[in-house]
């Protein structure tokens, strides 16, 4: 019996701009069919940090030059990010579905993510987004009114607020297409914040962690496993000491401890271990996978990966 399993792609499995990314998810692309050939339902979600960043700070340069482009609100940037990636990783896809000889419809669907609108994450912007700037670079931004720290010691980005995902608006067509036996592109970059008005579903100025969302999504659609993928095998403690011990089986009474120990970094494993943790306590028996890109196939078989669960 087929199996549905969620995947979250990192930043790693797609370029830093157009043309990179391009040539990015046709690598991506190959681990992601070899799941779908070994009989899997695979719903793919994906981060647009650096993507989303460089929308909306091109769009915010256009606004201010002799042209007069229109300003492009936050939401809508978000939305232009899931669209261009969301193409790229199905035309990848769809490609190297037909050079398997397997036919499968492939299709991206722009989601909107429920959060709260007094959720106190607005009032303390946390999430990186767009490129990585010097210290010199980040202050001339902020005199822009942009809002920069410090990224895991590799330079500075900016930060917008990331509430967390209260529901997934498209959630049932979602739903349908899996049934249908599409594979399914949803939720990408945290998918497009909203918040409940008296007039409707309004679209706010933040990025949802897009592993947070991403396990929301695998436990609304009752998946099988969440896969996080990062750039490393393993989940590590003491990571990048003489010390460092790498991990296969995490409970999430243990994942709690080493959080409260500061053993994840703030801006990379932290997030993905909470996700994991959340997947793990939506439903008894569920269980969480952070592993490479690589090593999905071999993570879900037993051989390699960090289970959460």
Same mark, same amino acid.
């Given at each position: 019996?087929?199996?549905?399993?969620?995947?979250?792609?990192?930043?790693?499995?797609?370029?830093?701009?157009?043309?990179?990314?391009?040539?990015?998810?046709?690598?991506?692309?190959?681990? +992601?069919?070899? =799941? /779908?050939?070994? @009989? &899997?339902? %695979? !719903?793919?979600?994906? *981060?647009? $940090?650096?993507? #989303?960043?460089?929308?909306?700070?091109?769009?915010?340069?256009?606004?201010?030059?002799?042209?007069?482009?229109?300003?492009?609100?936050?939401?809508?940037?978000?939305?232009?990010?899931?669209?261009?990636?969301?193409?790229?990783?199905?035309?990848?896809?769809?490609?190297?579905?037909?050079?398997?000889?397997?036919?499968?419809?492939?299709?991206?669907?722009?989601?909107?993510?429920?959060?709260?609108?007094?959720?106190?994450?607005?009032?303390?912007?946390?999430?990186?987004?767009?490129?990585?700037?010097?210290?010199?670079?980040?202050?001339?931004?902020?005199?822009?009114?942009?809002?920069?720290?410090?990224?895991?010691?590799?330079?500075?980005?900016?930060?917008?607020?990331?509430?967390?995902?209260?529901?997934?608006?498209?959630?049932?067509? +979602?739903?349908? =297409? /899996?049934?249908? @036996? &599409?594979? %399914? !592109?949803?939720?990408? *970059?945290? $998918?497009?914040? #909203?918040?409940?008005?008296?007039?409707?579903?309004?679209?706010?100025?933040?990025?949802?962690?897009?592993?947070?969302?991403?396990?929301?999504?695998?436990?609304?659609?009752?998946?099988?496993?969440?896969?996080?993928?990062?750039?490393?095998?393993?989940?590590?403690?003491?990571?990048?000491?003489?010390?460092?011990?790498?991990?296969?089986?995490?409970?999430?009474?243990?994942?709690?401890?080493?959080?409260?120990?500061?053993?994840?970094?703030?801006?990379?494993?932290?997030?993905?271990?909470?996700?994991?943790?959340?997947?793990?306590?939506?439903?008894?028996?569920?269980?969480?996978?952070?592993?490479?890109?690589?090593?999905?196939?071999?993570?879900?078989?037993?051989?390699?990966?960090?289970?959460?669960?």
């Amino acid at each position: 019996m087929s199996k549905i399993i969620v995947l979250a792609l990192g930043g790693n499995a797609l370029g830093n701009n157009s043309e990179e990314q391009k040539e990015a998810v046709k690598h991506t692309s190959k681990s +992601i069919v070899d =799941l /779908i050939e070994g @009989g &899997n339902q %695979v !719903i793919i979600s994906h *981060g647009n $940090g650096p993507q #989303v960043g460089m929308i909306n700070l091109a769009m915010d340069t256009a606004s201010k030059s002799e042209a007069g482009t229109p300003e492009m609100p936050f939401p809508e940037c978000g939305a232009m990010s899931q669209g261009y990636i969301g193409y790229h990783l199905q035309n990848a896809i769809q490609n190297e579905l037909r050079k398997r000889g397997l036919n499968k419809p492939v299709a991206t669907v722009v989601t909107q993510v429920v959060v709260d609108k007094n959720d106190p994450a607005f009032q303390n912007p946390t999430k990186p987004v767009g490129s990585f700037y010097t210290k010199e670079e980040a202050d001339l931004m902020v005199a822009k009114g942009f809002t920069f720290k410090e990224d895991a010691g590799r330079g500075y980005r900016r930060v917008v607020p990331s509430p967390k995902p209260i529901d997934i608006v498209e959630i049932e067509f +979602i739903k349908s =297409l /899996i049934d249908t @036996g &599409n594979i %399914v !592109i949803a939720a990408g *970059g945290g $998918g497009i914040p #909203v918040v409940e008005e008296d007039s409707g579903l309004t679209g706010i100025p933040a990025v949802i962690d897009k592993d947070f969302t991403t396990a929301k999504l695998a436990e609304l659609v009752d998946a099988d496993s969440l896969i996080i993928l990062t750039a490393v095998e393993k989940v590590a403690i003491r990571f990048g000491k003489p010390d460092q011990l790498w991990l296969s089986e995490l409970t999430v009474d243990e994942a709690e401890k080493y959080i409260a120990d500061k053993e994840f970094a703030e801006g990379s494993m932290l997030p993905k271990v909470r996700a994991a943790m959340s997947f793990a306590l939506s439903k008894t028996g569920r269980r969480a996978l952070i592993t490479s890109l690589e090593k999905a196939a071999d993570g879900l078989e037993g051989k390699t990966g960090t289970w959460i669960g």
